[in-house]
């Protein structure tokens, strides 16, 4: 008999979870949402413009700062246009005799 009251909660919280659902279905039909304001899109979109604003300030301002590390110098000009494969090569050619 003890039993009983936990095997009967399941169908009971079913069955109130079922009803909830339909009600709240009823109420959303009758009671639709309003259509968004336009000044929420206006808003969004002054938002928008702001964080766009404010990401090229900073990456102009890192540009500026860091920029000349990655500028190649005249003297490391031809190490920097030949690239890491090109350099590879030109060290093994020079260590291993060519027949």
Not at 7 to 35: E, F, K, M, N, T
Not at 41 to 65: F, G, M
Not at 71 to 80: F, G, K, Q, R
Request: glycine content about 6%.
């Amino acid at each position: 008999m003890g039993d009983a009251l936990p095997i009967l909660s399941v169908p009971a919280v079913v069955l109130a979870s079922g009803a909830y659902a339909v009600g709240a279905s009823w109420w959303r039909r009758r009671h639709p949402a309003p259509p968004p304001s336009p000044y929420t899109r206006q808003a969004l979109r002054l938002a928008e413009e702001r964080t766009l604003v404010t990401a090229e300030e900073i990456l102009a301002d890192a540009y500026a700062a860091f920029g000349p590390l990655y500028t190649p110098s005249t003297a490391n000009a031809d190490t920097h246009e030949a690239g890491p494969g090109a350099r590879a090569t030109a060290h093994s050619s020079d260590s291993a005799p060519q027949v």
